[in-house]
């Protein structure tokens, strides 16, 4: 029997490369160029499996009509807010996911956001290399104190969780969260973590706000311009979640008028395109989606695809099924 034919739209790591061509007929992305709209619905016309990334728009409109050969997309992340689930489940489509392996290095990537933003890292960073540092003095590039403040966590799931452990028994933060479910308060306890009723309790007690929801839909624009309003003065933003979560207008407004004081970025609304008056600010943080990049992690979540696409064509139920 003929092996399925995959194709996966980015370069990924090495080994699991080698095993995807091992075990099926792999169409490899050798220039590791972002494919437009029309080649990623020749892909779903033309493959049994499509393996996309965050940086591959799936929209209804690529599922339309019967020609659609695919019948499995193995996301490579967890997020999977940019392939439309609706259209591809009326198709019959299973997508996947990798949830579970990119928790820790995620939610480093948000306390490293929170310290820097914090402590005025980004600032140092461009003025040492800028050869504009005129030496140690009292008053050069102070900061707040992270420890003993108040971080206030939206969405309590796994990375929400592990972020709130880092943030109080790494750095004695006080955590309270918003999670649209109630939370035993034993475990979140665990995390050394307290639930508050509402969003908007939670943005009037925190000294840091860190997103943790999932994108779409139902988070869209979830920090917007009167929630902005509702945060303490001189609070910062910190976003590992998905670009869309934030009214990006309304954060570059807040941030000019100093209604916040500042704000750690690892995702925005349209990347790669960070908005140049985002980044004409000195009092942001700006990475480009980092959250999961480590050797470790990316092989991980590359090897979770193999483990669901492998069951899939063997007839058996992917572990990470999304639809
Ligand atoms: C994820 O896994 O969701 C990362 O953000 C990369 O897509």
């Known amino acids: 029997m003929s092996k399925p034919r995959i194709l996966v739209t980015r370069r990924w790591p090495a080994s699991v490369e080698a095993a995807l061509s091992q075990a099926f007929d792999a169409t ?5 160029v972002a494919l437009d709209a029309s080649q990623l619905r020749e892909a779903l016309l033309s493959y049994d499996a499509v ?8 929209p209804a409109a690529l599922f339309e009509g019967d020609a659609v050969r695919s019948k499995i997309l193995g996301n490579f992340g967890v997020g999977f807010n940019h392939i439309d689930i609706a259209a591809a489940k009326s198709k ?29 890292g980004g ?9 504009a540092w005129a030496g140690w003095r009292p008053t050069h590039l102070v900061g707040t104190k992270v420890t003993g403040k108040t971080v206030g966590i939206i969405g309590f799931g796994r990375i929400g969780k ?37 969003v908007e309790d939670v943005l009037g007690a925190a000294d840091f706000v860190s997103l943790h929801c999932p994108g779409g839909a139902e988070n869209r624009h979830l920090m917007n311009a009167a929630r902005f309003a509702t945060m303490k003065p001189g609070a910062f933003l910190i976003n ?28 925005y609304e349209a990347e790669p395109h960070v908005p140049e008056r985002l980044r004409a ?20 979540m590359g090897m979770k695809v193999v483990d669901n696409i492998t069951a899939f064509f063997a007839g058996r139920e992917p572990p990470d099924r999304v639809v």
Not at 28 to 32: A, K, P, S
């Open 281 to 300: 600010l000195d009092n942001v943080v700006l990475l480009p989606h980092l959250g999961s990049a480590t050797e470790e992690t990316r092989t991980a």
């Open 123 to 131: 600032e140092g960073e461009r003025e040492v290399r800028a050869g």
């Open 51 to 58: 393996l996309p990334t965050v940086s591959d728009r799936l």
């Open 92 to 120: 019959g489509i299973v997508v996947t996911n990798t949830p579970g392996v990119l928790t820790d290095c995620t939610a480093d990537i948000a306390m490293l956001l929170l310290i820097s933003i914090a402590r005025r």
């Open 240 to 267: 590992t979640a998905r670009g869309d979560v934030v009214d990006e207008a309304a954060l570059i407004s807040a941030l000019e008028q100093g209604t916040i004081r500042g704000a750690g970025l690892d995702v």
């Open 28 to 32: 490899l992305n050798e220039g590791d």
């Open 162 to 198: 592990a972020f709130a452990q880092r943030c109080h028994f790494g750095f004695g933060m006080d955590v309270v969260f918003y999670n649209r479910s109630l939370v035993d308060p034993a475990e979140a306890a665990r995390y050394g973590a307290r639930q508050l009723p509402t």
